[in-house]
């Protein structure tokens, strides 16, 4: 019978890499994503910041940007729709509603979306990531 710590082996999950091999292919920073007037008001749309798909959303006349990564299954937020009324963004694929000042869900407020600073700049719609 082997003694019990040499049977148990590091998983690939517990090894230490490398910072340079963790690499993140997305780059961080601002990025002009849409010019004002290419999303009307009560619109989604998935934009590109730098790599990093991007949920944008114009709604009661000013923008939003969230991960277009629904917690649910993953569907993709900016192809969502938009509801005014009920102040939601809801994903394409199952229905979670994503409040759109708290980026929560309606069913779950403990699945939250990432929110990224919006800025607009002249007519440049600008997000932070
Ligand atoms: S993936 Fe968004 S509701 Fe299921």
């Given at each position: 019978m082997k003694p019990l710590g040499t049977a148990i082996q590091p998983s690939i999950a517990t090894r230490i890499y490398p910072r340079?091999?963790?690499a993140d292919p997305?780059?961080?920073g601002t990025f002009t994503v849409a010019k004002v007037g290419d999303l009307r008001d009560g619109?989604?749309?998935v934009v590109d910041a730098g790599g990093t798909p991007v949920a944008l959303i114009h709604a009661r006349g000013t923008y939003r940007a969230f991960s277009n990564v629904c917690r649910h299954r993953g569907g993709p937020i900016g192809e969502g729709?938009?509801?005014l009324k009920e102040g939601v963004v809801i994903c394409p694929f199952?229905?979670?509603q994503y409040d759109l000042d708290t980026a929560k869900a309606r069913?779950?407020?403990m699945a939250k979306l990432e929110i990224y600073k919006v800025e607009v700049v002249g007519q440049e719609i600008r997000v932070t990531v």
């Open positions: 340079a091999a963790l997305f780059e961080m619109q989604a749309k729709h938009v509801d199952h229905g979670w069913l779950n407020p």
